[in-house]
């Protein structure tokens, strides 16, 4: 927390995928490094992981992580960490895949799986 620039709730379609709806990025900096988390709420916990699905597919040679169940992968220059938890689709912009799966780890330790 104490890295965060700023908390936005962006409208759909985030990152501009058409398949996402809107939800809650915030930006921080680590050092010089930038990076986002988001998190957005879908209608249920199998429209979560459709959305992992989807989202999965735009990225440029996506590698399963199977601790997570989630996957890492570029996303147009963008390294990117998706994940579900319950209903909630969530993730890392801007870190590798070590740093990013740390930072998750974090985010997921806050979500409420409902």
């Known amino acids: 927390m104490a890295e965060r620039v700023e908390v936005t709730l962006v409208e759909s379609p985030l990152f501009g995928k058409d398949f996402l709806p809107g939800g809650n990025v915030a930006k921080y900096k680590r050092g010089a490094r ?20 989807d989202y999965k597919n ?47 780890r974090e985010l997921a330790a806050r979500i409420d799986a409902d």
């Open 58 to 104: 735009t990225l440029a040679d996506p590698k399963f992580i199977a601790h997570f169940g989630g996957y890492f992968g570029d996303d147009a220059g963008t390294p990117t960490f998706l994940f579900t938890k319950g209903s909630w689709l969530a993730g890392v912009r801007g870190l590798g895949r070590d740093d990013a799966d740390a930072v998750a």
């Open 34 to 53: 930038e990076y986002e988390m988001f998190l957005l709420r879908a209608a249920s916990p199998t429209a979560a992981a459709t959305l992992l699905f």
